[in-house]
């Protein structure tokens, strides 16, 4: 019982510390310079206060798609809920604590299979089952914004979780971010992804950015 409190208490208190949006807010309009490879792309776009977003100007519907699933990533990842709101249902076992000093916490419960490493009270292994496939998220860097951490470079992998299957190869971030009128909102975003063919580079750019 001890273990299990241990666990749920290093869980909560790095759930605790990551960088939310408060609720009071506003949302913002951005302009937005999309590059994938040689191509480039430009428009605009809206995360609004109930952080569901809309993109505007670009007619190519494949980097339309990209976009938006960039802004629904932003907006999912700023979302302000309770520790028992999003885990009241899972329970917490401590595993082994590696070369790093990242701990390892081995999720029961709703979240049976799922596990985390903690790292100075910050989350800097995520292993999930996430709609049939398993994502791994490594985090290697991240600053504190005086309000809770933002991961700054990243990677991520995802599996088929029956077949174990590779799903794509590896994706790799960089985020860069502001504080604008009070809140830390991304401004540029670089992933490196290796499909078929080879490595794509893709460069977001978010600029212009005024709250609503």
């Known amino acids: 019982m001890t273990e299990e409190m241990s666990a749920r208490e290093l869980f909560r208190k790095a759930y605790e510390n990551r960088y939310t949006w408060d609720e009071s ?24 206060p109930d952080l569901k977003a809309e993109v505007f100007g670009i007619e190519d519907e494949g980097a339309k798609k990209e976009l938006q699933n960039q802004l629904w990533e932003i907006g999912i990842h700023r979302i302000r809920k309770t520790f028992e709101e999003t885990h009241g249902n899972n329970t917490f076992t401590l595993g ?9 916490i081995v999720m029961g419960g709703k979240a049976e299979g799922d596990h985390y490493k903690i790292r100075n009270n910050e989350v800097c292994l995520v292993y999930r ?20 951490y933002l991961s700054h470079c990243y990677d991520s992998i995802y599996r088929d979780a029956k077949t174990g299957e590779l799903k794509g190869g590896k994706s ?12 830390h909102i991304l401004t540029s975003r670089r992933i490196q992804s290796e499909e078929e063919g080879g490595k794509v580079t893709r460069e977001f750019g978010f600029s212009n950015i005024k709250l609503l």
């Open 172 to 183: 790799e971030f960089e985020d860069s971010y502001e504080k604008i009128g009070g809140y």
């Open 96 to 104: 082994a604590t590696d070369e790093t000093g990242a701990t390892e």
């Open 25 to 48: 807010f506003p949302g913002y309009t951005m302009d937005i310079t999309f590059l994938r490879g040689e191509e480039v792309f430009t428009g605009s776009a809206r995360i609004n």
């Open 129 to 148: 089952l996430i709609r049939g496939l398993f994502v791994t998220i490594n985090t290697f860097s991240s600053h504190d914004t005086g309000a809770g």
